[in-house]
Nanobody, 126 residues
Framework: QLQLVESGGGSVQSGGSLRLSCAATGYTISRYCMGWFRQAPGKEREGVATINSGGGTSYADSVKGRFTISRDNAKNTLYLQMNSLKPEDTAMYYC????????????????????WGKGTLVTISS
């Protein structure tokens, strides 16, 4: 069983940066498509950024140019570097993994992801 634990959330002002981490245990993530998803209060969960086993990435239009997803398979860890943060980025951020989807498929199919972390809260103040 793959277990995922997010960290790095917090409260920052608009324009600031945060780096989220997702530490995986149980299985190696090298063969998994990994992704970050978020859910703001009163809104549906949405894909933020995904990365497949080959390193291909996909991003939501709202975060392109500001967020960067990366993975360190040796550390079994997924990252999300978030720059130029905006109040509308405020949400609970979740790490997820799937064995078979591409990054593009995963970005728009959160419900199909196999494994999920419990989330880390990101709050951006104006």
């Amino acid at each position: 069983q793959l277990q995922l634990v997010e960290s790095g959330g917090g409260s920052v002002q608009s324009g600031g940066s945060l780096r989220l981490s997702c530490a995986a245990t149980g299985y190696t993530i090298s063969r998994y498509c990994m992704g970050w998803f978020r859910q703001a209060p009163g809104k549906e969960r949405e894909g933020v950024a995904t990365i497949n086993s080959g390193g291909g990435t996909s991003y939501a239009d709202s975060v392109k140019g500001r967020f960067t997803i990366s993975r360190d398979n040796a550390k079994n860890t997924l990252y999300l570097q978030m720059n130029s943060l905006k109040p509308e980025d405020t949400a609970m951020y979740y790490c997820a993994a799937d064995r078979w989807m591409t990054s593009a498929q995963a970005l728009n199919n959160a419900d199909a992801m196999d494994y999920w972390g419990k989330g880390t809260l990101v709050t951006i103040s104006s």
